[in-house]
């Protein structure tokens, strides 16, 4: 095994570390209480620089992390911590007359390890399960409201209309999936590392396969062909479990970006929106843009919204109004038959008609009149 000189001793004083090339290899040369080591600066992982991540004591030695996806090594063995059995390059390293030299070739060659459990497979081969005769519909509410808030979520109760709608009328297979209840971390920002962090599937997943948003992905990449979006307003925007989820859904936009890939194809997506106060449309102009930039289709009239207004201040009259809206009960049954003749189109059915869930002055709160029972009924009597 050759060996070439890389610097001299003074050059690498303790505690530091530089990055040289050998032989078209980048290898990381540290210098840990006077002891000269080196190991290959790229991670097994995906391909992250060591040389900008942290060093300090751990486990068994001293581990260098890298800053991507927080992978580590011994810097003086190259090897994962203990119970991991990854193993980075590592070369032989010697001092003569004040010179380092570093060995030619590694003495470790770098391996990555096979795990024979892969759970996040499926989104890896990207094995969609829509068909040009599906009718899949995912529903996702994110809504806060949960088993220990149990108060009306008028976005919730919209959204499980509207998928019944679709069953009962078309016989579709319905999905929906609350974010309430799912646990997932916020985006950690890879992308903003390096554009090559952010991966498919998201790193977070690959590193805990149980995360949330590991369902949100295959039934909204893998299975559906309508996802139906509800939310409430937060002030003035959609809830903060919306953004949440989609800064997760980075990943999804920058296979685009990086690999020249969309993930999405044939899918349509329309939205529920409801508050006290109004700013419908804004929230909806966010999320229209946001689906079309992943690659989703959107109908026209693609989004319900209910508000009572800025001086609507009595929420506790808003659930009543909600349930006896006339107009909620039909937009919701439009929003799905519009979501349907596309998506029919998409799959090569062209239709013609499409109908149009905006407010109607009949549906106006003073044009409904309320029968003793409680019914509303329009001005032509019709319930």
């Not at 108060?151 to 974010?179: I, M």
Request: charged share 25%; with cysteine; hydrophobic share 35%.
């Amino acid at each position: 095994m050759g060996f070439i000189e890389v610097t001299d001793v003074k050059n690498l004083p303790p505690g530091s570390r530089k990055v040289l090339s050998i032989n078209g290899k980048d290898v990381l040369v540290f210098n840990i209480d006077g002891e000269i080591s080196a190991i290959g600066n790229v991670c097994l992982h995906k391909g992250g620089p060591l040389i900008e991540g942290r060093v300090e004591p751990k486990y068994d030695g001293c581990y260098v992390t890298c800053p991507w996806h927080g992978w580590e090594y011994n810097v003086k063995t190259g090897a994962a911590p203990p119970g991991f059995h990854d193993q980075q390059a590592l070369y032989d390293t010697l001092i003569k007359e004040d010179k380092i030299y570093v060995s030619t070739s590694p003495k470790v060659l770098p391996k990555k390890a096979e795990h024979r459990d892969k759970p996040l497979q499926d989104l890896v081969e990207l094995r969609y399960e829509t068909t040009r005769s599906s009718l899949n519909i995912l529903g996702i509410s994110c809504t806060n409201m949960n088993e220990n808030l149990p108060r009306k979520s008028t976005s919730y109760e919209a959204l499980q209309q509207s998928l019944e709608y679709g069953r009962e009328k078309y016989n579709a297979s319905t999905v929906l999936l609350k974010l309430s209840d799912l646990e997932f971390r916020h985006c950690e920002g890879y992308y903003s590392r390096n554009e090559q962090a952010c991966t498919w599937p998201c790193s977070i997943s690959e590193m805990d396969s149980h995360d949330g948003m590991n369902e949100v992905y295959r039934k909204m990449i893998l299975w559906a062909d309508i996802l139906v979006l509800s939310t409430p307003i937060r002030w003035g925007n959609a809830s903060s479990l919306y953004y949440k989820m989609a800064e997760r859904l980075n990943c999804v936009q920058n296979q685009i970006t990086l690999q020249d890939r969309v993930l999405v194809k044939n899918k349509v997506a329309s939205f529920i929106i409801t508050g006290g106060q109004d700013n419908i449309q804004q929230v909806a102009g966010q999320m229209m843009v946001f689906f079309t930039e992943l690659g989703f289709s959107l109908t026209p009239f693609s989004f319900v919204g209910w508000s009572r207004g800025w001086t609507a201040e009595d929420m506790q009259q808003n659930v009543r109004a909600f349930s006896k809206s006339t107009y909620i009960k039909r937009s919701i049954r439009e929003l799905i038959d519009n979501d349907i003749k596309l998506l029919h189109q998409l799959k090569g059915d062209p239709c013609v008609n499409i109908a149009s869930p905006l407010p109607k002055i009949s549906e106006a709160p003073s044009k409904i009149k309320i029968d003793v029972d409680g019914t509303p009924k329009d001005l032509h009597g019709n319930t």
